[in-house]
């Protein structure tokens, strides 16, 4: 496709499971990004990727939350024992150079509701 | 990253004009304004960006004093379907660091009939 993908779009799980959430970047894209959005709130960072190498995940809030994008294309956001906090919507944004430059590419999101 | 101070609403009717006003008082020398538009369901879109004075696309504008300590998005004619949350983005675009990009709680537009 020509945007970036994310799957899936809506994720319903009990509280202490693990989810895994997708992003297929636009294809040709070094830099992938993940974000979390609360209700009401404006985006903010969790980690960023440039090709397979995942060079910031300052923003990760536990230890709970795993990234990777082993081929540096696709990347897997993993929350392992989700808890209640953890409902939010995941945004996945690729960009094409080696940093930002201020055009991010977002995804649709992943709506994750723990029950 | 220099910090941004948006009004939280707007309110506008279809076929007028909107200028929204993000105030940077900090704002550092190499800090570039980026303004994003997001749509219920969807995520972020990039509209416009600039460093100094005027800058002009095929959505808006982006108007920019010269002590750069604010700046202005302005929608020309909008219509019901650019109701949506403006976000205003300051940092340094070059800066290893600009991947975090903060953006704060925005501005809600909401365009009548």
């Known amino acids: 496709g020509a945007g970036v993908s994310q799957s899936p779009r809506y994720k319903v799980a009990k509280r202490g499971q693990d989810v895994a959430l997708r992003c297929d970047p636009i294809?040709?894209?070094?830099?992938l990004f993940w974000y979390q959005q609360a209700l009401g709130q404006g985006p903010e960072f969790l980690t960023y990727?440039?090709?397979?190498?995942?060079?910031?995940k300052s923003g990760l809030p536990s230890d709970r939350f795993f990234a990777e994008r082993p081929e540096g294309s696709v990347s897997t956001l993993k929350i392992q024992r989700t808890q209640q906090e953890d409902s939010a919507v995941y945004l996945c944004a690729s960009s094409l150079a080696d940093r930002v430059t201020g055009e991010l590419f977002f995804g649709e999101g992943s709506r994750l509701t723990v029950l | 990253l220099a910090k941004t101070t948006q009004p939280i609403s707007m309110d506008s009717y279809e076929g007028q004009e909107v200028n929204i006003t993000c105030s940077h008082n900090n704002i550092a020398t190499n800090d570039y304004i980026t303004w994003y538009q997001q749509f219920p369901s969807q995520g972020p879109r990039f509209i416009i960006q600039g460093y100094k004075t005027k800058v002009t696309n095929e959505v808006a504008s982006l108007f920019i004093p010269a002590d750069r300590k604010s700046s202005t998005l302005s929608l020309p004619r909008v219509s019901l379907s650019d109701t949506a949350v403006y976000y205003c983005?300051?940092?340094?675009?070059?800066?290893?660091?600009?991947?975090?990009?903060?953006f704060g709680t925005g501005t809600r537009l909401l365009v009548s009939p």
């Open positions: 983005l300051v940092g340094d675009i070059r800066a290893q660091g600009f991947q975090k990009l903060v």
């Open positions: 294809s040709g894209h070094v830099s």
């Open positions: 990727f440039q090709n397979e190498a995942q060079l910031d």
